[in-house]
């Protein structure tokens, strides 16, 4: 039977739309009706929202869906959903983007159910007979990938473009019903179209002509609806809203659909009595439609029922790989190249926000780790982020930075509000207020919060109190704004206090002296304000003779927040690591983390609920230092001292979104072995082997001890791997120590601890000797004065490979040795130290045999005063022993030395750089360099590949990182692997330079 118009078919409804007394009102009255007692008045108004917006979600579940009947399935479930949430909708006037984004979730699913029961090609659209494959494809991609886009619009963007686009309102008519002017809504419109025609053409796709004028044709956009879809859709959901569903023979397929989006949905828990009638509500469905499609089987209905419940979190896709590189050994999501420091959510849950001391803030999806495409990073002005928190309604973002800057960003106009130096120090504290129109920061090293406009930035008020020598740390408002608190650090021993100003009374605050002894790091009110919670890390002790000691142990403790009493003690019985402490979004629960688990407290008892065993932190203080919990109360963020965001669900306790094969912290060592292997060294004394060409992790090493791996390092007959690196003893300082792995097993074969930091190691060609190069900080001290400068703090030992037994010790370099290298006839091993000296070694009987000073020339405005001597950032020596490259701390060249007679050979001009690594091609004929130019805000460390006889650069290589700290060469110079500060490392194809050097010179 032919489809009729809906106006035909039910004139009494389009009567009552279009000149009734409900056809008139906004969506908000149209919603407060329906929620109203007046059932005939809920039902017209829920008639009045269907004629309303039907039209936009049918819309948008035909271009998702190839399918007639799945996508009438997915447009029921959309206002099944409403029926169901119609009086519990936070923004009554976004109602339309609301259902636009239902109506795309119930069509994912709809979708994933009709690929399970072999329907037709997912995702395609309707297309007259004569359009070409191609074109077809093409729209069907756009169309689909188009609605996504629009759903994670900012909000005040997707209003706009649903309005507009979808609805078919002139900007007038929008501007009217969102309260604004016409030209912000033209402008938005506008800002919106070219966010979707970036996001478009990064997924691949080129929408020029479809978003030039209108993201899509209005036909497209809002489809006429079949009469006896809408009738269908209309009594059964005000069947189901007055709870009147009979129990069908079979679950209906729409009611599945709209059961698994609000549970995939965090606006509300879904009330037991509700799913039932929602999961009983589809008989209307099947007895309307059932002439048109058959009945659902029970494989139909398993299969239905598995897409209905909660989707696993999506998997990592991986980050584009640059130019030239061909894998990278890690993970970028949810990293930083600095230590995190701060983490926020977003209020829908969807993002969150983390900051990190490489100048960063950075979105992250919530759901699959992802960078958040809908929001670029925020760069500070070259300084470390220390604290971050989003406004209440998400479209604003405030950090503060160590430098005293506050950055307020717009999130909706992509703009600055307040970006500007107004802290004496270090920001720390940061805070919105409940009702989201002021923020408050505290200043670090001054007793002062400043009470800030949020949509300005400006200083609305200022609190202070009486305190001298303090830092201030963690920010806290109560649920109703009227109390603030400030943990305070005294730089006297007299313990952290905690600050309470009440902001409707007199300006005087409350003062708990003595909270804490140590290491306050979390405030949380309780959800009537009346008590606070407080969080450290620290606590004093007294050993049996009364001696005194300040020991890592977590202490929790709540305060009556009007008189500064103590109420409560929490044990958490454990031993180290007190992290930071928050309350559950529904006030009824203390959250703590610590290094190995997550307590869960009820907060009027104190019992704990719950401890959840996490993974034990691996740095040395097993510190937590600040925790996010989302807005569902379900996953917890915390940052633990590295540069990764660590997830957990608070259901289980079981982490989220973790890639085994990837580090958490920066690799400061690689190395490129035989077999298509490579060995990753990072900052916890965790040693990697991946596979190439897949860039899997195979196995990981230890070091044996939680420290830095300096250097990796294979023997030349490939039989052997090498590790060295630094650990700290609470007791005597930094140490060194190495491990030895046969390959291809790994099985270990020697070990040994060092007086020394160790930070270089290297194999004799015929493999049977092995140098570590170190350095002793503290030797110095040991020593008279008068001697100090004379004491040799740079140091290489000589092993034997196969039994570690010390072959000599060889003193005389007065920093850290930088680089070694053993000649190729074994006799001669040459070390290249920070003093900017390179010595030549008589392996055999360990005497000096020569040593070339490589200082740098001075000149100019760079001219030394007397006296001054070069310290090296970085060198490398040739294979041949016949040269050496270095490259001086902050300097702005590279200078390649012949050892023969100490001159500068070739000198290559780089930008001014805060770092430096170098490493010689193992022909000798090429250098590779990479460089962190200084003063640059932006992650613009750059590799380059040099020609030494022409000093031409041959290639140039952008991993698009802040930090590079290790190049390691393949045995055939084709590839170069780079160990970075964003915890991955990337291998490169490095065999442009080949053909490069061909060329003639520029």
């Known amino acids: 039977m032919p489809r009729q118009a809906h106006r035909s078919s039910i004139p009494d409804l389009m009567t009552l739309y279009e000149v009734g007394r409900i056809g008139g009102l906004t969506d908000r009255e149209l919603l ?147 309260g604004w002017t016409k030209g912000t809504v033209s402008g938005r419109l506008a800002r ?78 879904i009330r037991t009595t509700a799913a039932v009638i929602l999961a009983t509500t589809a008989v209307t469905v099947a007895m309307a439609r059932a002439g048109a499609r058959h009945e659902p089987s029970a494989q139909d209905t398993n299969a239905a029922s598995r897409t209905a419940t909660s989707p696993p979190r999506t998997p990592f896709s991986g980050s584009p790989l640059p130019r030239h590189a061909i894998a990278r050994l890690g993970a970028t999501q949810l990293r930083h190249d600095g230590v995190v420091t701060g983490l926020s959510f977003s209020p829908d849950g969807r993002t969150l926000a983390s900051g990190s001391w490489d100048g960063t803030v950075k ?119 009227k109390r603030l608190a400030v943990g305070v650090t005294p730089r006297s021993s007299d313990g952290e206090r905690i600050v309470i100003w009440s902001l409707d009374a007199e300006p005087t605050p409350i003062v708990i002296r003595g909270a804490h002894d140590g290491g306050l790091n979390g405030l949380a009110f309780a959800p009537d304000g009346s008590l606070i919670s407080s969080g450290a890390s620290y606590r004093t002790e007294h050993g049996p003779d009364g001696a005194e000691s300040f020991v890592s142990r977590p202490q929790v403790r709540s305060w009556d927040s009007a008189t500064g009493q103590r109420l409560r003690e929490f044990d958490p019985g454990i031993e180290r690591g007190g992290g930071g402490v928050a309350l559950s979004p529904d006030g009824r629960s203390l959250l703590s983390v610590h290094s190995d688990c997550i307590l869960i407290r009820d907060l009027a008892s104190g019992t704990i609920r719950r401890k959840l065993a996490i993974e034990p932190e691996q740095g040395s203080s097993g510190m937590v230092a600040g925790i996010a919990i989302s807005p569902d109360g379900k996953t917890l963020a915390a940052e633990r001292h590295d540069h990764a965001v660590h997830l957990w669900d608070l259901e289980t306790g079981q982490p989220l979104l973790v890639r085994k094969d990837a580090h958490d912290s920066p690799l400061w060592a690689t190395s490129v072995l035989e077999g298509s292997l490579v060995a990753t060294g990072d ?137 070694l ?35 740098e020339p001075q000149s100019g405005d760079r001219a030394a005063p007397p006296g001054h001597r070069t310290s090296l950032d970085a060198a490398a020596i040739s294979p041949d022993l016949a040269t050496v490259a270095t490259a001086s701390f902050f300097g702005d060249k590279i200078l390649v030395w012949g050892l023969s007679n100490g001159q500068v050979r070739r000198t290559i001009s780089v930008p001014s750089y805060s770092q430096a690594v170098l490493a010689f091609s193992p022909d000798g004929r090429r250098l590779a360099s990479a460089v962190q130019p200084s003063g640059d805000g932006g992650p613009s460390a750059r590799i380059s590949l040099w020609d030494l006889a022409t000093k031409r650069e041959l290639l140039r290589l952008e991993p698009r990182v802040e930090g590079i700290n290790s190049l390691a060469f393949s045995a055939d110079g084709k590839r170069l692997v780079s160990g970075q500060n964003d915890t991955t490392a990337l291998v490169w194809d490095v065999s442009a330079a080949d053909e490069a050097s061909r060329r003639p010179g520029d």
């Open 363 to 481: 979105f992250w999806d919530a759901a699959t780790g992802e960078a958040s495409a809908s929001f670029a990073p925020i760069r500070a002005d070259q300084a470390g982020v220390l604290s971050v928190a989003y406004s209440p309604d998400g479209s604003r973002l405030v950090l503060g930075t160590d430098n005293g800057w506050i950055v307020l960003r717009d999130l909706v106009e992509n703009r600055d509000l307040l970006r500007e130096k107004v802290q004496t120090g270090r920001v720390y504290g940061l805070a919105f207020a409940p009702d989201g129109r002021t923020f408050a920061a505290a200043d670090f090293e001054a007793p002062v919060v400043s009470i800030r406009d949020a949509g300005t930035g400006r200083e609305r008020r200022r609190l202070t109190y009486q305190a001298t020598q303090i830092f201030q740390g963690p920010l806290a408002f109560s649920r109703d704004g």
């Open 683 to 819: 900052d916890r004394g965790r040693i990697s082997i991946w596979e190439l060409p897949r860039g899997v992790r195979s196995r990981t090493l230890e070091l044996g001890k939680k420290g830095r791996v300096w250097s990796l390092h294979p023997s030349a007959d490939g039989r052997s791997l090498a590790a060295v690196g630094e650990y700290f003893e609470p007791a005597g300082g930094f140490r060194g120590f190495y491990r030895v792995w046969e390959i291809p097993s790994f099985a270990l074969r020697h070990e040994g601890r060092l007086d020394d930091r160790a930070v270089c190691v290297t194999f004799s060609g015929d493999s049977r000797r092995m140098a570590i190069g170190g350095w002793n900080q503290d030797a110095p001290k040991a020593l008279p004065a008068a001697k100090a400068e004379e004491t040799p703090r740079g140091k290489v030992r000589v092993l034997d490979r196969a039994t570690g037994e010390s072959l000599a010790s060889l003193a005389g370099h007065e920093g850290r040795v930088r680089a």
């Open 192 to 269: 919106a179209k070219d966010l979707l025609r970036t996001r478009l053409t990064r997924r691949g796709l080129a929408p020029s002509a479809a978003l030039v004028a209108a993201p899509l044709p209005a036909a497209d956009a809002s489809p006429a609806i079949p009469a006896d879809l809408l009738g269908t859709t209309v009594r059964a959901s005000i069947r189901l809203s007055l709870g009147r569903g009979a129990t069908p023979a079979g679950l209906g397929t729409a009611s599945e659909l709209a059961a698994s989006v609000l549970r995939s949905m965090t606006l509300s828990r």
């Open 32 to 178: 407060d009706l329906y929620a109203g007692r007046d059932r005939a008045a809920a039902n017209q108004a829920f008639e009045a929202i269907v004629l309303r917006h039907g039209p936009m979600v049918l819309g948008v579940c035909r271009r998702n869906l190839a399918d007639e009947h799945a996508a009438e399935d997915a447009f029921q479930a959309t206002f099944l959903a409403l029926a169901l949430k119609g009086g519990a909708i936070r923004k009554p006037d976004s109602l339309g983007h609301w259902l636009h984004g239902v109506a795309l979730r119930a069509s994912r699913r709809a979708r994933a159910c009709t690929g399970r029961r072999g329907g037709q090609p997912l995702g395609a659209i309707r297309s007259e007979p004569e359009t070409s494959e191609i074109d077809v494809a093409e729209g069907r991609e756009l169309r689909s990938s188009l609605d996504e886009e629009i759903d994670r619009l900012p909000s005040a963007y997707r209003r706009a473009v649903i309005l507009c686009y979808f609805q078919g309102k002139t900007q007038e008519d929008a501007a009217r019903e969102l």
């Open 821 to 855: 290298a053993f000649s190729r006839d074994e006799r001669t091993l040459a070390s290249a130290g920070e003093d900017a000296v390179v010595r030549l070694w008589d392996v055999a009987s360990g005497r000096q045999l020569r040593e070339v000073a490589v200082q």
